[in-house]
């Protein structure tokens, strides 16, 4: 694979890169995390005499057009209603984080590769945003007439969007058969610290998982089943853990999965479940105190720590308690090894990255795929360009 920082200086100098990042934020004025994270690689990229094209999805927009690739205004057009999912909001806050302009590239009605080549290539503008890639449905489809499109429109791709590494979608993967490609910095990172807890973890290694459904996590719980000393659960996916040993849920979220005998064998002994827990309408909502107490003491010893999602419907303030603690505890701790991800979920938890030994994923699936020993398409990619 090849990194941005392997690049000569002079290769980019008056060259044009393609910046795939991931601005997949809900909240454009709220969430700056995933933005604060791309801004090393467009800063370094601006600084040595290139152009930026901004590549991102936003959201999962509901397209239902027969468009062709690099096709025609009039059916881009089409598109309505798909403001929350515009990338245009991006443009003023990226500007006012890099002090430069960001000029906003909307293809829906710019949409010959000719005219925004012209733009990007005569206006002094360095940087530029395309509009959310999957108002075209070529993206998901991974078609290759819309890679090259893209590829067009530069000289250099590069790939600093690690949280959609996962997806094998044109402006991921198939762009990389049509250009020099580079992991970015941000991408380097991630790869860096997650391959850190995968390969050479210290002990204990403690897995803290929360989040909704054990289904997303059985392929992390199975990779770190003979390396981790502790998994310790909390969310909903708790509540599958006791529907499954026949325990009462109440009115609470469960799934009627089947989970591998190696992973319920494990069930209070590798995999600690929650021992008291707060209920609101028959439903278990968060972890309870004592949970919390015990979970503590497993996270003070720890070496290494990966945690990915809640302990409770921490959106709510009266369900966040769990979340609060455990977060806190995981701080505590100041000798471990820490990797946090679940994208927006635990950021907005305010964590602070002070600690030199905390490591805050951008990736939510990307993320428990590549800690599950899954191969991105993404990264793939540009193991093969
Ligand atoms: C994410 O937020 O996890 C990524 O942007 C991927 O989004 P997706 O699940 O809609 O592909």
């Not at 920082?5 to 991931?22: A, F, G, H, P």
């Not at 990229?45 to 027969?66: D, E, M, Q, Y």
């Not at 360095?126 to 890679?147: G, H, T, V």
Request: proline share 4%; hydrophobic share 40%; glycine share 8%.
């Amino acid at each position: 694979m090849k990194y941005l920082r392997q690049l000569k200086l002079s290769q980019l100098k008056n060259k044009t890169c393609l910046l795939r990042v991931d601005l997949n934020i809900e909240s454009p004025g709220k969430d700056a995390f995933r933005l604060q994270a791309i801004l090393p690689t467009i800063k370094f990229l601006i600084k040595n005499g290139a152009k930026v094209v901004i590549l991102s999805h936003r959201g999962r927009p509901k397209i239902n057009l027969k468009s062709s690739p690099c096709g025609r205004s009039r059916e881009a057009r089409q598109i309505s209603s798909l403001k929350n999912f515009s990338l245009k909001p991006f443009a003023g806050i990226l500007s006012q984080l890099l002090g430069k302009p960001v000029r906003f590239i909307d293809f829906r009605n710019e949409f010959r590769a000719s005219k925004i080549h012209k733009i990007i290539t005569i206006t002094r503008d360095s940087i530029f945003l395309l509009e959310n890639l999957r108002f075209l449905p070529e993206e998901e489809k991974n078609d290759s007439r819309f890679a090259k499109f893209l590829a067009s429109l530069g000289d250099i791709y590069i790939n600093d969007a690690f949280a959609v590494s996962h997806r094998e979608n044109a402006s991921v993967e198939a762009i990389t058969k049509f250009l020099p490609s580079y992991a970015g910095f941000l991408l380097e990172k991630e790869i860096e610290n997650l391959d850190a807890v995968i390969k050479k973890s210290k002990k204990p290694l403690v897995v803290i998982l929360g989040g909704a459904k054990v289904s997303d996590k059985i392929g992390l719980i199975n990779n770190f089943l003979k390396s981790a000393d502790y998994f310790l659960i909390g969310g909903a996916m708790a509540n599958t853990f006791f529907a499954l040993q026949g325990l009462p849920v109440g009115d609470s979220f469960y799934e009627k999965t089947r989970i591998d005998e190696k992973i319920t064998r494990e069930i209070t002994r590798k995999i600690i479940l929650p021992i008291d827990t707060v209920l609101y309408k028959r439903k278990i909502l968060d972890i309870g105190p004592e949970t919390a107490k015990k979970y503590n003491e497993i996270i003070q010893k720890a070496e290494t720590i990966i945690w990915n999602g809640p302990m409770g419907m921490f959106e709510d303030k009266k369900f966040a308690k769990g979340t609060e603690v455990i977060a806190a505890a995981v701080f505590k701790n100041k000798k471990a090894k820490i990797v946090i991800g679940g994208g927006e979920t635990i950021a907005s938890l305010k964590l602070t990255t002070k600690n030199r030994n905390l490591f805050l994923s951008t990736g939510g699936g990307a993320m428990l795929e590549y800690l599950a020993g899954e191969k991105l398409p993404g990264i793939e990619a540009l193991k093969n360009n």
